[in-house]
Every structure is written in structure tokens, then in C-alpha cells.
């Protein structure tokens, strides 16, 4: 029930945002909450997930350092057992850049 | 052979997995380790023997972490790990960091490994599924009982004493429809790093109650919830597989060169109790397979990494999984922010390393990816996962 509770409210502040948004992107949603729940993979091309991606990306420049958007390169992208994303660790053993723990829970891009 | 661009095809050395024991002193219904009965310990020759190798090996070159797994390693007494560590450091002349790190049940946590934890500063991870009705289906004691109350002693003696750890949790099917009550549990513990694994079909673990049409769109709903959660709580919770992603998508440009520990030969190197090597995905030690045999690649007491780099064994294994990153790389559009999945699902699942999608990347990879863009730009696509 809760859970239930908490998807409408999901979906009204949504469904608000998207109103000021402009009525184009209302119409998009009611698509897409009509349409079946995807069963594989939620982006259906490269397309629209490498434009989605990029969109991502500049948010994400936006509110970062210079210093926090340096990383290694060539990037390592998956973690085995219990290592960290950018070597963290519980002692702090490994000097490490502040990014993204520095982040408490990423309230830097929401409009809200 | 194929290789990232760029990037060296052997190593570094970026983690060194050592099986202390293969014994578990618990019985979790998913657990993919085949030994974890034989309640065999490494001998000290085979430790000396171990550190010896890593270090005359040309794969030591930037700092590295040991974990300490494949068994529970607490069942060994502190006295063991401090001859260990000393071993390690004995061969380190070059003194390069290195940290210890142990994967625990936290069920035999006493204060003597406390004070040998806060001593070495070891890394600490709790494997724990959440509150007790959702770990105790699976994570059980020998006898079948549940292990949540254990656990949690073995935590409370944890914070007692100052010592930092994070969490990781095996999602199975049945969790993905409690993500409020695991936020809960996470924040009422004062635990603030969290890794979420999902139910992997690995070695004698054969099925996975997350083989089913709906895992994904599941996934999401479950991951999209925890982090709105998370990210509006009144305490730091920071989830791994989010922090992951999202340095996947700052990385994920057309032509940004990527790699895993998984794919890259030796940059994981797992050892087994009685001192025999392997690479790629750590769960292969101690797996047999039809094409390959076993994945045993030599022993530290007998090869010398290069004698193991000339193995057939060695080239054939390095061979079919940078095929199976090729077709990865030319059929998936996740490729640049997953790097070619893991090694031992594709061959537990598609039966070949020479594979692309698995379970697990379809849920850890591509649905958290799809998840983390919602999170920063949120967008009409978000809507799938509410009810229809």
C-alpha cells in the first residue's frame, strides 16, 4: 500500500513538472504510461541512449571541478567483489580525488 | 588477440584475491563456492610462496588490494593474517601501498579482531542482505537457521569500535519488492556504503530467482526507489553501483578507451588455499568446465608468471574472452559504459566466454544505466516503471 502511495506521488510530481515543461512532454508521457513495462534493456536504440548519455554527461560537468572531472584514463568501468568505484576505501589507505564521494546523495542537479 | 587500444594487454595488478580457506562457516543458498565445506587453511610455505610470486611478477607496478575471500576469512584467527601480512611485506621491497581487505559474514567478529582490524587497518566489507526476514531466506547456518542476529552482533562490535566498513547485499527476486525497508535498515544501522549484488548464476548456483521476463524492469523500479531514497534521506548513504555508473557515463564518450579488472588478464590474480592461479573472474578458481578443464593456470610454488603466460590453457582463455569483448563492443550499445561484462557469467550462462549479454549485465549494467540517466535527467522514459 505504501508503496503504491508513494508511486502516485512519484508520478503527480512528475506529471507537474512535465506540465510546466511545456504540453509536448505530456503528451510523451501518457505514451509511455500506457505502454507495457519494458521487459529488457529500457532504452530501445544507441541512438537514443548515447544522446540520453551526453545529455547526462553535461549535467554532470556542470557542477563538477576541474580537479573532480580528472580520472583515470584509460577508464576502468566495472568493480569486482568489494572494490570501490575510485579505489575508495573505508581508511583511506589510497589518496583518492573527492569525487563523487564528496557528493551527499546528489542534490546538485535537480531543479527542485 | 584483441585488445583495448592504448592500454596494456597484461595487468597491472589491480586486485590479488587469496583464498585463506575455502571453509564458510555458513551456508548461503546462493553461494557459488563449490569447496566451502573442506575445512582445509593455507599453509605458511604456500603464503611465502604466494607473496613471493606476486612480487617477482612484472605485475606489481601501481598500489593493489588483497582480498582476502572465497571462504569466510574470519574463520582463521587473527594470528593467521598477521604471519600473512607479514609476508607480504617481507616481499614488498619496493614497499608499493598495499591494502588487506576482507569480505565477512561479520558472525564471528570478537574484540580480538577488532583490535587486529583497527591494527592493520584492514578494509572491511559486511555481507548482509538487508533487515532479518529478507537475509534470513538465504543466508544460513549450517544447520539451516537464520544468521541475521549474528550478523548484527558481529556489526555492533564493528561501530563499538570505530571501525569503518560498508555493506554489500545480494538482491534475489523477492528483495526487489522491499527497497523502502532496506533504505530503512541501512540508515537505522548508521551503514552508509552500500553495493548491491544481484543473484548471479555462477558455478554449483545453477539458477537464479532473478531468470525471470520481469528481472529488469524489477531492477529498476527497486534501484530507481532506493536512490530516490537515498538521495532525499537525512543520512549519507552512498550505493556503488550508482557511483559506478556514473563515472561510466562521464567516461562513456565515442572514443574514450575503457576496461574491467574482469576482462584484463592478470589484472585480477586469484589464488586457492593450495597456492594454484588463475585470472579473469575470480569465481573460475575452482570451477571445471568441459572445454577448458579447470582454470587453474600454474602454482606459485612451481611457475614462474612466465612460464604461466606460455601455457595453452592461458592462451585459450585470453583468446575466447577478448572475443567475447569484441562482440560485445560491436553489438551493444552499453559496451562504452560496461567494458564487455564478466567472464564467468557468460560462460555459467551462455556456456562460452566468447558471448555478450548475460543476466547480470542486463540488470547490473544495462538496466543501472538506465536508472543513473533518469536520476540526472529525468525524462518521460521514467514513467515505465510506474504501474500501468
Not at chain 1, 570501490?84 to 531543479?111: C, I, L, Q, V, Y
Not at chain 2, 571453509?23 to 563449490?34: E, H, K, M
Not at chain 2, 542482505?129 to 556489526?155: Q, S
Not at chain 2, 532506493?226 to 556503488?240: D, K, M, N
Amino acid at each position: 500500500m505504501d508503496n503504491e502511495k508513494s508511486s502516485r506521488s512519484r508520478l503527480k510530481s512528475t506529471l507537474l513538472t512535465l506540465l510546466q515543461a511545456g504540453a509536448g512532454s505530456l503528451v510523451l508521457a501518457t505514451t509511455a504510461l500506457m505502454a507495457p513495462p519494458a521487459v529488457t534493456a529500457a532504452t530501445s536504440s544507441p541512438d537514443s541512449l548515447f544522446k540520453r548519455a551526453e545529455g547526462a554527461r553535461a549535467e554532470l560537468v556542470k557542477v563538477l571541478s576541474d580537479a573532480e572531472l580528472t580520472g583515470e584514463k584509460p577508464v576502468r568501468l566495472a568493480f569486482w567483489g568489494n572494490s570501490w568505484p575510485n579505489g575508495w576505501n573505508n581508511w583511506g589507505n589510497f589518496s583518492r580525488p573527492s569525487w563523487p564521494n564528496s557528493w551527499p546523495n546528489w542534490p546538485n542537479w535537480r531543479n527542485s | 588477440m584483441v585488445a583495448p587500444p592504448g592500454r596494456e594487454e597484461l595487468g597491472p595488478l589491480d586486485l590479488l584475491v587469496v583464498q585463506a580457506t575455502p571453509f564458510c562457516n555458513l551456508d548461503c543458498r546462493y553461494c557459488y563456492l563449490p569447496e566451502r565445506s573442506l575445512t582445509e587453511q593455507m599453509a605458511p610455505d604456500v603464503l611465502d610462496a604466494l607473496f613471493r610470486w606476486v612480487f617477482a611478477s612484472s605485475l606489481v607496478r601501481t598500489p593493489f588490494t588483497v582480498a582476502w575471500h572465497a571462504g569466510e576469512p574470519m574463520v582463521l584467527r587473527p594470528e593467521f593474517y598477521a604471519a600473512a601480512f607479514e609476508a607480504a611485506a617481507r616481499h614488498n621491497v619496493e614497499q608499493v601501498p598495499v591494502v588487506h581487505s576482507f569480505q565477512t559474514n561479520a558472525t564471528l567478529i570478537d574484540q580480538a579482531w577488532c583490535d587486529f582490524i583497527k591494527t592493520h587497518r584492514v578494509h572491511i566489507g559486511v555481507s548482509v542482505d538487508g533487515p532479518a526476514f529478507l537475509n534470513d531466506r538465504h543466508r544460513l547456518t549450517r544447520r539451516g537457521a537464520g544468521t541475521h542476529r549474528r550478523v548484527m552482533r558481529g556489526v555492533a562490535r564493528l561501530q563499538e569500535n570505530g571501525i569503518p566498513f560498508h555493506v554489500i547485499s545480494v538482491l534475489t527476486r523477492e528483495a526487489l519488492d522491499y527497497p523502502d525497508e532496506l533504505y530503512e535498515f541501512y540508515v537505522d544501522h548508521g551503514i552508509e556504503h552500500v553495493g548491491f549484488n544481484v543473484e548471479e548464476i555462477e558455478g554449483p548456483h545453477r539458477e537464479s530467482s532473478l531468470s525471470v521476463d520481469d528481472a529488469p524492469t524489477r531492477f529498476r523500479r527497486f534501484m530507481a526507489r532506493f536512490l530516490e531514497l537515498a538521495r532525499g534521506g537525512p543520512a549519507p548513504l552512498w550505493v556503488r553501483e550508482e557511483e559506478s555508473m556514473t563515472r561510466a557515463i562521464l567516461a562513456g564518450e565515442p572514443d574514450a578507451v575503457v576496461w574491467t579488472q574482469e576482462n584484463t588478464a592478470f589484472a585480477i590474480v586469484s589464488v586457492d588455499w593450495k597456492g594454484n592461479i588463475s585470472t579473469f573472474s575470480p569465481e573460475l578458481l575452482g570451477l571445471r568446465h568441459e572445454r577448458y578443464g579447470d582454470f587453474t593456470l600454474g602454482n606459485v610454488r612451481s611457475d614462474s608468471f612466465e612460464s604461466i603466460l606460455g601455457s595453452p590453457r592461458f592462451a585459450a582463455l585470453r583468446r575466447d574472452i577478448a572475443e567475447g569483448v569484441e562482440r560485445c563492443r560491436k553489438t551493444c550499445p552499453y559496451f562504452r559504459f560496461c567494458g564487455g561484462g564478466a567472464p564467468v557469467n557468460k560462460l555459467a550462462e551462455n556456456g562460452s566466454f566468447a558471448s555478450t549479454e548475460t543476466l547480470f549485465c542486463r540488470l547490473t549494467r544495462q538496466s543501472m544505466l538506465d536508472v543513473v540517466l533518469d536520476e540526472i535527467q529525468p525524462s518521460p522514459s521514467e514513467h515505465k516503471w510506474l504501474p500501468a
